[in-house]
């Protein structure tokens, strides 16, 4: 019975991330809409959520309300970078970000990054992709929306994925 237990728990384990997660977050450097440019390595220290969103989604609408809410509730805490992919004109992220209230930078990739993220030739590619990524650098889970993860993208789910982050134990800056 122990050891029926123990490859459970193990199976839950190894299973429990993304299947992009486990590895060292790529680096870049993206710009804004006002030009700033932002990278990874800035928020050394922090949980930084790094998301993967169009303009015109209906599901990264909704969840641009749930990271506004996790900004709010962690203050300093995580950092929030949404990519959008294919990039859109600066007109219709600047409308966007008016409309839905957005505070955290959404930066614009000709596809490189979302490339050295989403390793296309992955069959499960989702958007929005949200990555989850600790104080280290390393990408500890990942969710491409999906009606099993609906709970990240228009729920509370994002907020579990966090504290379990935070209560680990991040290094710090």
């Not at 122990?2 to 459970?8: F, Q």
């Not at 809409?33 to 909704?62: E, N, W, Y």
């Not at 409309?99 to 069959?123: E, H, R, W």
Request: charged fraction near 20%.
């Amino acid at each position: 019975m122990r050891v029926l237990c123990l490859l459970v728990v193990s199976a839950v384990c190894l299973f429990g991330a993304g299947e992009l997660s486990g590895r060292r977050a790529p680096g870049f450097s993206l710009p804004d809409s006002t030009g700033k440019q932002h990278d990874p390595a800035d928020f050394r220290g922090k949980v930084l959520i790094v998301d993967f969103m169009q303009v015109t989604c209906d599901h990264c609408i909704k969840f641009s309300a749930i990271l506004e809410q996790a900004r709010i509730r962690y203050g300093d805490r995580i950092a929030i970078l949404s990519i959008v992919n294919p990039p859109s004109d600066q007109k219709g992220v600047a409308g966007y970000i008016a409309k839905n209230m957005v505070k955290s930078p959404i930066l614009f990739d000709c596809g490189q990054v979302a490339f050295s993220y989403l390793k296309p030739t992955s069959p499960n590619i989702a958007i929005p992709h949200v990555f989850l990524i600790d104080g280290s650098g390393m990408i500890r889970n990942d969710f491409g929306f999906s009606a099993a993860n609906i709970g990240i993208f228009e729920g509370k789910g994002l907020f579990a994925e966090i504290d379990k982050m935070l209560a680990g134990g991040s290094p710090k800056k």
